[in-house]
């Protein structure tokens, strides 16, 4: 941590536990900004750009630690803690059931009793439907443990458009159902309008599609989300041809700027993800969405820093070296990005808006159940090359077919749209954030022509949630342009 100056009060050093396979999250001490959050860690300003969240247990303030998925909440997170995965060994157990077990009206007992646990003092649930394996799995439980429960399903865009199938799954299990139609303009409104209250910062790609429903929860009276992330982390993810081919490109290629900078190539999503994926470490190349290469990073900075990001990865290391196979490593890919990317959007969200945001996926008496008893031919179907067989099997008992099996859905989100309607607003938030992130407007003006590539608009994403965070805290926070911190980089 950097030193202080002598007139500056000396803050604790925070540990908050933000894994949903731990417990609930609390943020309390993050309450009272002035006397306990540190300075903004650049560091993890390198991390969100280059991928989208901060690596654990760091967070966005230099004083603040994070206990995630894989950390042990006894360790110390200022003191090089031990990263072992939870669940990335388990996926291959030797043990097979001999006698025949209704797996899956066990599977349904247990997340009926993880529903009604994680939905206990809500008075009007929520459930987050995409209309995917988990939350309609979970909309089956949902109908008995609480049939009071709201499905909400966001159509973020009309390329995996699975509204018809959610609300069909709604409709028939007796459960009220409502659709939001994605507004790239007012869901940005409501994160800049949440911004003050919102305790830490990731850069989720479904971040403003999530700000977007819970304000829309709040706005209808709910006080309670129920969410399906989770199961994927312990259910497993195949490891597909795509995914290999993905990680054999991955080089960390330095390509000249010209190649990546080129009309011929910036005009196509396709060929733009292709060179930066090259540009990539393979580790990387596992997390989701396109973001800034580390020459970028740099250019950002103006100064080298994506180095200081990377050497983050060292911790996780040792653990990739030892998973048996590609299937492994995309769990312990999975349990990384699960409390710092894909918890932590709705977890600091819930926290700004006052409502509770609850994972029945991740209760101990379900994955531990799944984990130790169930056998590991339930869970994942390697010569199919599908995962969840026993989820599907739940939602077989009650639906027929679904379109889910075919095209997985997601919350999605009109990156084009964000990049169109809010350009001006951006840029002008990198004009103020030049002390920070020096190049943010250069890179903003050439591209600005170019926002109609997803590729270019994914991080045009990226700088429009963390350029205001920076010029929030740079108008609340004169610490932030100490010269001494700069140097240190923190």
């Known amino acids: 941590m950097a030193a202080s100056n002598a007139s500056e009060p000396v803050l604790n050093q925070i540990q908050l536990l933000v894994s949903p396979f731990y417990g609930n999250a609390d943020f309390s001490p993050l309450v009272d900004a002035c006397a306990q959050r540190g300075r903004l860690d650049r560091i993890s300003l390198a991390d969100l750009l280059r991928n989208g969240f901060v690596y654990p247990p760091y967070s966005i303030y230099d004083n603040v630690r994070l ?49 009604s646990a994680a939905s206990a003092g809500m008075t009007a649930p929520w459930l987050l439907q995409s209309g995917g394996k988990d939350s309609t799995s979970l909309a089956i439980a ?21 509204v018809a199938s959610a609300r069909h799954v709604a409709r028939h299990l007796g459960l009220r159902h409502e659709v939001l139609v994605c507004d790239a303009g007012r869901a940005y409104d409501a994160y800049l309008k949440l911004l003050p209250r919102i305790p830490l910062l990731t850069a989720d790609f479904a971040l403003l599609s999530y700000v977007d429903m819970a304000t829309e929860i709040a706005r209808h009276g709910g006080d309670g989300v129920i969410d399906g992330l989770g199961s994927d982390v312990y259910l497993g993810v195949p490891a597909t041809w795509h995914k290999y081919i993905l990680r054999l490109l991955a080089r960390n290629l330095c390509l000249p700027r010209f190649v990546n900078e080129s009309a011929w190539s910036s005009r196509s999503f396709e060929l733009s993800y292709l060179l930066s994926t090259l540009q990539m470490d393979p580790f990387e190349r596992g997390f989701p969405g396109s973001r800034f290469t580390d020459a970028e990073v740099d250019a950002l900075f103006g100064r080298e820093i994506a180095q200081h990001s990377k050497a983050r990865l060292a911790r996780f290391i040792p653990a990739m070296a030892e998973a048996g196979d590609l299937t492994q490593q995309l769990s312990i890919t999975l349990e990384i990005m699960t409390s710092a990317g894909g918890a932590a959007k709705g977890l600091y969200t819930g926290a700004a808006l006052s409502l509770r945001v609850a994972y029945p996926y991740c209760d101990p008496r379900l994955w531990q159940w799944i984990t130790g008893k169930v056998p590991p031919e339930q869970r994942m179907d390697a010569y199919k090359g599908i995962n969840k067989v026993l989820v599907r099997e739940h939602i077989a008992r009650r639906f027929a077919k679904l379109p889910y099996v075919r095209v997985k859905g997601s919350f999605r989100f009109n990156l084009c749209d964000l990049a169109r309607s809010r350009f001006e607003q951006v840029h002008e938030y990198s004009q103020r954030a030049k002390d920070v992130l020096p190049g943010a407007c250069a890179w903003l003006e050439q591209h600005r022509h170019r926002m109609d590539n997803k590729y270019h608009a994914s991080k045009f994403y990226l700088l429009a949630i963390v350029l205001p965070w920076i010029d929030l805290h740079a108008r609340t926070d004169p610490r932030l342009n100490d010269p001494v911190a700069d140097a240190l980089l923190h």
């Open 67 to 115: 206990v995630s998925c894989g950390f042990d909440p006894g360790q110390d997170m200022f003191d090089d803690p031990a990263y072992r995965p939870m669940f990335a060994r388990s996926l291959y157990r030797d043990e097979h059931s001999t006698t025949a077990r209704d797996w899956a009206g066990e599977y349904h007992r247990l997340l009926c009793d993880a529903v």
């Open 142 to 162: 949902a109908s008995e443990a609480r049939p009071d429960t709201t499905c909400i399903t966001y159509l973020g865009g009309y390329e995996e458009d699975e």
